[in-house]
């Protein structure tokens, strides 16, 4: 049996789970790498403001869907965390599924930062041995033009660094 190449183990996940991939930052290119099977997968959160300029310390919470905290992380200049690493069902399992069984890890983030409106993430996948890309544009608090202060999204984008 042929191995899969990354591409082609890409393209199924995103078949799978039908993600739309997000246009790459040239600012996180620095972060490609190969990831052994490990049962692991990566994470970077980007967070700009709505005319996509970086957030500098925007505060970075990722919880399991349980909710326990594991990550409490600041953006850099560039808008963007540390890359950070999850558990995740290892790659073997998840080329073919078995019926009701999740191929990827699920986790939580919020995203917080002065004069901004909090951005709750719910259920955002990552893939063993993948370095996913989470990216965030945050609302000015004064242009959403209401008292909440927060906004709840169940969708999610991911990208794959080349």
């Not at 990566?42 to 005319?51: C, K, M, R, T």
């Not at 890309?133 to 984008?157: F, G, H, K, V």
Request: net charge negative; glycine share 4%; hydrophobic share 40%.
């Amino acid at each position: 049996m042929r191995e899969k190449s990354f591409e082609e183990y890409l393209n199924e996940m995103k078949a799978m789970i039908k993600a739309k991939p997000v246009v790459q930052n040239e600012v996180i290119k620095e972060a490609v790498r190969e990831l052994p099977n490990d049962g692991m997968g990566s994470l970077i959160v980007v967070v700009n403001s709505a005319e996509d300029r970086p957030l500098k310390g925007a505060n970075v919470i990722i919880k399991d869907t349980s909710g326990e905290m594991l990550y409490n992380l600041s953006t850099d200049q560039s808008g963007k965390t540390m890359t950070v690493k999850l558990p995740a069902p290892i790659r073997e399992e998840s080329l073919i599924p078995e019926e009701g069984v999740r191929v990827y890890g699920l986790y939580d983030i919020t995203v917080s930062a002065p004069n901004f409106v909090t951005e709750n993430l719910k259920n955002v996948p990552v893939f063993d041995s993948v370095v996913s890309i989470q990216q965030l544009r945050l609302l000015w608090l004064p242009a959403a033009n209401s008292s909440n202060t927060e906004i709840e999204d169940n969708s999610y984008t991911l990208s794959k660094q080349e």
